[in-house]
């Protein structure tokens, strides 16, 4: 006989203080010295949420707030922001990838988490409910979780604080619960209730017909969704990954130097994001906000996608010291939208041992390990991102091959901003040698420096011919030669027939 399919396992993740912990995150991330403060989270002109010794007071949710000043002279009060819950469950969803794929809103202050597949991975339900528990809590929220056999029963259990009884139908395991707590409509509870009716296994008893006659269909299918009678097909979020993290400050801030600290904390973030998904990123942005305007936008590009929090710190210092006109500060938003796979890191199997690498050669076929050395790149790339961060954009540049035969048209600038690539490819076997470091315009030589015959100067090769360019006024021919300059440099030098006379175009060493 065919073994019955296990019913799926949904997680709920209840936020009841997210209105206030969008401004006011609590546990790890709460702000430095304002653990006391009274704060009230207002909407037209109501209190919506109260902070701990906002609620010590006296004051209640529902209190106007006119009358909230009369009972405490200090309150803090925040209009509520719903784009920033949003934007906050979104964020949690991200983070929340990390332990099940199938995350989804379910409301304005929950998640809901489809687990039935992520059990033995995390070694069983408790253990990942406290996996879950920590990581909502290390980023500033108050959660309660909820689990049962279907959304519905999740969500009410995460609501009520029920223990743990997924291994039983939600009729089952919900049978006792009051209507009250069912989140039916207040008037069907109140019919209900006068029949008599104040259980879940009571209203469970009544026929269907009866009940869809005199509370209609959407409360039958409601009720059908809750105890998994009904299907409740959910639309789970695959969205590209996205980073956003604010800081919102109870004092306006007027020292910019006093925001490295939580800028820091912001980039640990950040930084922990990408290390979990194993992403690094060219392009972040530091937002300073004052009373919800943005005031300075700071926009950090790398030289080549990387994670590392301390070179985020240091190019954000960097911005932050270039910064004018801006007077006070509120609120401080992490933004990252654009992200690239990380490269990770391999040793080698036999220690230092190394292998030759076709990847990596040089002009004359030898193995160039140290073109592809990780750490040498890195180190590079950290000296351009602090060139390019203090220095005009005019002045810190990249290079790339031009569409010219002539060199010192064969290259042109590039923008160090967009995203890097590191190529490296294998040379032709005739592939022309050229110095990295280009004279221009070329120096003539004087008369007397003769390199066929002057005796400071030893042959190496040559002559390469290199075509005039008569379309724009170059209409001579060059012949170049590599000459060792009293056993020391090596120049790159041409020669031109119409002229008679040597030109010194380059260097090697």
Not at 458 to 483: F, T, V
Request: with cysteine; glycine share 4%.
């Amino acid at each position: 006989m065919r073994k019955k399919d296990q019913p799926k396992l949904w997680l709920c993740l209840y936020l009841p203080n997210l209105a206030l912990e969008v401004f006011y995150p609590s546990g790890p991330k709460q702000p430095p010295n304002d653990g006391l403060k009274p704060i009230a989270i207002i909407q037209q002109q109501r209190i919506e949420a109260l902070s701990y010794h906002a609620a010590a007071t006296g004051l209640r949710v529902g209190t106007m707030a006119s009358h909230a000043y009369a009972l405490c002279e200090n309150l803090t009060c925040i209009e509520k922001s719903a784009a920033k819950e949003r934007r906050a469950l979104a964020q949690i969803a991200q983070w929340l990838y990390e332990f099940t794929p199938n995350v989804c809103p379910y409301g304005d202050q929950h998640l809901i988490l489809e687990v039935s597949s992520s059990l033995k991975l995390f070694s069983g339900l408790n253990h990942l409910k406290y996996l879950i528990e920590e990581k909502t809590t290390r980023l500033g929220y108050t959660p309660k979780l909820g689990v049962s056999q279907t959304p519905l029963a999740a969500k009410i259990s995460a609501e009520i604080d029920c223990p743990d009884n997924h291994q039983q139908s939600p009729g089952i395991a919900l049978k006792s619960l009051q209507l009250i707590h069912l989140q039916l409509p207040p008037p069907s509870v109140m019919k209900l209730e006068k029949m008599g009716i104040t259980i879940l296994k009571q209203l469970i008893d009544l026929p269907r017909h009866t009940l869809k006659k005199r509370f209609g269909d959407a409360f039958i299918h409601y009720l059908e969704r809750l105890l998994g009678e009904r299907a409740d097909p959910q639309t789970f979020i695959k969205p590209a990954p996205k980073f956003e993290s604010d800081i919102f400050f109870i004092n306006t801030v007027d020292n910019l130097q006093s925001l490295i600290f939580p800028i820091n904390r912001l980039l640990n973030e950040l930084s922990a994001f990408l290390t979990v998904r194993q992403l690094q990123l060219q392009h972040f942005n530091l937002r300073l906000n004052y009373r919800g305007q943005l005031k300075k936008d700071l926009s950090i590009h790398l030289a080549a996608p990387d994670n590392d929090a301390d070179l985020f710190l240091k190019l954000s210092e960097i911005k932050l010291n270039q910064v004018q006109g801006v007077q006070t500060v509120d609120e401080l938003s992490l933004r990252a939208a654009a992200f690239y796979p990380a490269k990770l890191k391999s040793n080698q199997l036999f220690g230092s041992a190394t292998l030759p690498d076709t990847a990596g050669m040089d002009q004359k076929g030898q193995a160039n390990q140290a073109a592809l050395d990780p750490e040498t790149l890195k180190q590079g790339n950290d000296l351009l991102n602090l060139l390019q961060h203090q220095l005009e954009t005019t002045d810190c540049f990249g290079l790339r091959l031009g569409n010219d035969h002539r060199p010192e048209k064969d290259w042109a600038r590039t923008d160090l901003t967009q995203h890097f690539e590191q190529k490296v490819t294998n040379p032709l076997p005739n592939w022309p040698e050229r110095p990295t470091f280009l004279i221009e315009p070329p120096k003539r030589l004087q008369k007397h420096l003769n390199p066929l015959q002057h005796p400071d100067f030893d042959y190496i090769k040559g002559p390469e011919r290199i075509n005039s360019a008569w379309w724009d006024g170059d209409g001579q021919n060059r012949d170049y030669y590599l000459y060792r300059y009293r056993k020391q440099v090596v120049y790159w030098i041409f020669y031109r027939a119409l002229t008679h006379r040597w030109y010194l175009h380059g260097l090697f060493s």
